[in-house]
């Protein structure tokens, strides 16, 4: 008896679906499993966890962060670099902070917890910051001694050109002081909260400052990753932690450096991306060669 063509299509299909669920379902991913765990490939495959005593550490693709209770660094460790994922390397969250480099004006309104930082202000709080627990110069172009955006908004008689009738220094609030006390002969008012200055008419215009323009602190320390898990930092910030963490456990800065240089890896193939230093890895040998003073 020949079956209605309906049905025979029907049965086909569903043929077709137990063949594919098996083969795609349960052969493939069970294969791909099993290949995992071959010699050389199933550390990776298990996601390069790290352990330390015989204890589940982290994994040396996800950085994490080392500060206290309070999120503040732990002076005898190597920071890792900022994150925008979640509060900070979470891998449920893994994102970026969306802002670009246009982003300078900082969002001040009445309810602080409606306020946001710019973009220019995050990279001038870290650079000041990272500054302060290394002992060096955090300074950078278009960023007040403050740590925030040197940003003015300024107002001028015919709109976008004419003479400057009012200044305002859109990131900064009082008691602070104005970075510069005027601009073209006019006084710098602070901002006030909850006041747009932008959509009042003023000409956003950042003031570079004497700053160098190579900062001693490196673009890395101050910028999260696209990913916000990134594990890496740059040779360049882990050199200018060297002194400081050596200190914090009475080591020779010069061994210190070397454990670094072990833990520092090199261009992938010889050729893409940068070398990076991985931050958990580093610390752990820390740990492991000069104990915590």
């Not at 950085?63 to 449920?92: E, H, I, K, M």
């Not at 400052?209 to 990134?230: C, E, I, K, Q, R």
């Amino acid at each position: 008896m020949r079956l209605p063509t309906w049905i025979a299509q029907h049965l086909a299909a569903l043929r077709a679906l137990l063949v594919f669920t098996v083969l795609l379902g349960l052969v493939y991913p069970l294969a791909l499993v099993a290949l995992g765990q071959l010699p050389g490939l199933h550390h990776k495959a298990d996601g390069s966890l790290i352990t330390s005593g015989g204890t589940m550490v982290g994994s040396s693709l996800i950085g994490q962060s080392f500060t206290d209770a309070d999120g503040n660094p732990v002076a005898r460790y190597f920071q890792s670099r900022p994150s925008a994922a979640g509060d900070g390397y979470d891998p449920t969250s893994t994102s970026a902070s969306n802002l670009g480099p246009e982003s300078v004006v900082d969002t001040i309104a009445t309810d602080p917890e409606e306020s946001s930082e710019s973009l220019l202000t995050q990279v001038c709080a870290r650079s000041k910051a990272v500054g302060e627990l290394n002992g060096v110069d955090g300074s950078r172009p278009y960023c007040t001694p403050g740590g925030v955006g040197a940003v003015l908004a300024v107002f001028h008689a015919d709109g976008l050109t004419g003479p400057v009738t009012r200044v305002v220094s859109v990131n900064q609030v009082a008691p602070a002081t104005p970075f510069v006390p005027s601009y073209q002969g006019v006084p710098v008012e602070l901002a006030k909260p909850g006041e747009d200055y932008v959509a009042a008419g003023g000409v956003v215009t950042p003031i570079r400052g004497d700053a160098p323009a190579d900062p001693a602190v490196p673009a890395d320390a101050v910028t999260a990753s696209a990913s916000g898990l990134d594990p890496q930092i740059s040779p360049a910030y882990a050199e200018l932690q060297v002194n400081r963490v050596a200190r914090e456990r009475g080591a020779d800065p010069a061994a210190v450096r070397k454990l670094v240089e072990e833990h520092t890896a090199g261009r992938a193939l010889g050729f893409m991306g940068a070398p990076g230093v991985n931050v958990l890895e580093l610390n752990l040998a820390l740990d492991k060669r000069f104990a915590a003073r």
